[in-house]
């Protein structure tokens, strides 16, 4: 416990100094703003801004870009309460009753409980972050490349199981995913491999390129096809203070939802989407009236913004540990530290401290920025929605190809995100989940290098994953979530988790 204050004073020490206050509040700000406005993203966002973080220092870097993350989240559930549209797609079950809130003069108190009980469960999964951090990196230290490989196929195996629909087409998406982070050349022998004999391919296909390509490119597209019109909750909203019945009915929705999504968000696979919905349905089995759930009751709006809250912290835990994103924006976080020459893993916290406690203590500043920018800040974010998309969508697509275009100065890239485009949209309408995809192509590289290295101190004996005893277990409870998954009575109650999805 001493340990643990010590740390998180000198994260303190690090975070609050000027510039980095000030970086976290960019950060909060963008991150608000990118959850408002429908059909951008965080992803997308993070992905455009990693050139700018080039002349950052990293801890700024990290933090601005972090801030822009758990930031959309907050900023999600404005647009899916006044609109009924999800700013962000881990909102997506706050519209059901925070619009019928809304609808009934209730959007002060719906967009107090969003802000409330994101910030407690920012807090708690700070402590979380802070707590786990250091015994985990004690774990992560006894791992050769076979426990990292068998970790690997873990991750992979829980994108399948929490993915929406088919679990056969989720693992279609992650062999996609894993195929197309093999095209470039050979980690050993540099041959070429899957190029066509295209020479911009020989270093592989860039991950800003894919990433900003399916989720970015691909979203336009999606919101370009609907056609209806946006109806914005009229008048002033007023009563932005929840009353006492209020925060007592969502006190229990907030810790159950903070709970569920701190665990969701370690999960390899699991994220935020997972965390909301889980959250939701976890409130309707649980409560004495399931019947109020889908005409505005509070803790239909507390539950899912608590648990994407706390998913989108703790997801810094096995990135910061093991190294491992678990999700593709803690994939382009890996890409913004290997900008840095940062390693991620568990030598961050040994050799880096400042970085490793400076990111986590800033979150909590964070958190308390962004419930002071939320509710104040509620009637510039309703003009904001008023804009037709008509008019952003131009202006998100020029910023997203000059974003595209300066990480390598290859309009190629610029082509082959708008190729992505069209696969991302496509994989939407025939109900393909782009994020084990996402996934599957982050760990491809690294499942490659440490299946070679194991196999290489093993002298060629495949035995060594199931003989090492955590490499073993690892992919023992892989094999089992794939057996449940596809078994009738539990794929029928894994798709009750995503009822209102679409």
């Given amino acids: ?46 992905a455009m801004l990693l050139p700018i973080t080039f002349g950052l220092p990293p801890v700024g870097a990290l933090i601005m870009l ?29 519209c059901l009753d925070g619009h019928e809130m809304a609808k009934n003069g209730r959007a002060g108190p719906a967009l107090a409980i969003a802000a409330i009980g ?140 903070t709970l569920l999504g701190s665990c969701l968000g370690i999960l390899p696979g699991g994220g935020t989407i997972i965390a909301s919905f889980a959250a939701y349905t976890l409130e309707t089995r649980v409560s ?20 994407n809250n706390a998913a989108s912290q703790t997801a810094f835990i096995p990135l910061l540990t093991l190294g491992i994103p678990p999700n593709p924006v803690m994939a382009l976080m890996v890409g913004a530290m290997t900008i840095h020459g940062i390693v991620p893993g568990p030598q961050v916290m040994t050799k880096q401290p400042e970085l490793f406690w400076g990111m986590i203590a800033s979150m909590w500043i964070g958190n308390l920025m962004l419930i002071i920018i939320n509710l104040p800040l509620v009637g510039v974010w309703v003009r904001l929605l008023r804009v037709p998309y008509r008019h952003l969508f131009p202006m998100i697509v020029v910023f997203c190809c000059i974003g595209i275009y300066s990480v390598n100065n290859a309009p190629f890239d610029v082509s082959m995100t708008a190729i992505f485009g069209v696969v991302g949209y496509w994989m939407s309408k025939h109900d393909f989940e782009p994020a084990p ?3 599957g192509y982050v760990l491809g590289p ?11 101190i093993a002298r060629g ?6 003989t090492r005893p955590i490499s073993a277990v690892l992919l023992a409870i892989a094999a089992l979530l794939l057996i449940l998954a596809v078994l009738p009575s539990i794929r029928g109650k894994r798709d009750e988790v995503f009822v209102g999805d679409d």
């Fill in 1 to 46: 416990m001493y340990d643990l204050i010590n740390h998180l004073w000198l994260g303190m020490s690090v975070a609050a100094t000027p510039t980095y206050v000030m970086l976290c509040l960019v950060g909060a700000l963008v991150g608000t703003l990118i959850g408002v406005l429908p059909g951008i993203g965080s992803l997308a966002t993070i």
């Fill in 66 to 94: 972090a801030g822009i993350y758990y930031g959309a989240q907050y900023g999600g559930s404005t647009t899916s309460i006044l609109v009924n549209i999800p700013g962000e797609s881990s909102s997506v079950v706050t």
């Fill in 118 to 257: 994101s910030f407690f469960a920012g807090c708690v999964a700070t402590v979380l972050v802070a707590a786990l951090g250091a015994p985990l990196t004690s774990v992560a230290l006894m791992f050769g490349p076979a426990e990292y490989f068998s970790l690997m196929v873990l991750g992979l195996i829980f994108a399948v199981v929490l993915a929406r629909g088919s679990v056969i087409k989720a693992l279609a998406i992650v062999l996609m995913g894993l195929l197309l982070s093999m095209i470039g050349s050979d980690l050993e022998t540099g041959a070429e491999r899957m190029t066509w004999g295209i020479p911009e391919m020989s270093d592989g296909i860039g991950f800003v390129v894919v990433g900003m390509g399916v989720f970015g490119f691909g979203e336009i597209l999606r919101n370009l096809e609907n056609k209806g019109t946006r109806e914005i909750v009229q008048g002033k909203i007023t009563g932005l203070m929840p009353t006492l019945p209020d925060l007592k009915a969502a006190a229990g929705a907030i810790g159950r939802g």
């Fill in 288 to 307: 004495k009236h399931p019947e109020r759930f889908g005409r505005g009751t509070i803790e239909g709006v507390a539950a899912p913004e608590s648990a």
């Fill in 437 to 439: 995809m996402i996934l």
């Fill in 446 to 456: 690294l499942m490659e290098e440490n299946l070679r290295r194991a196999m290489l």
């Fill in 461 to 466: 004996d495949a035995t060594v994953f199931v």
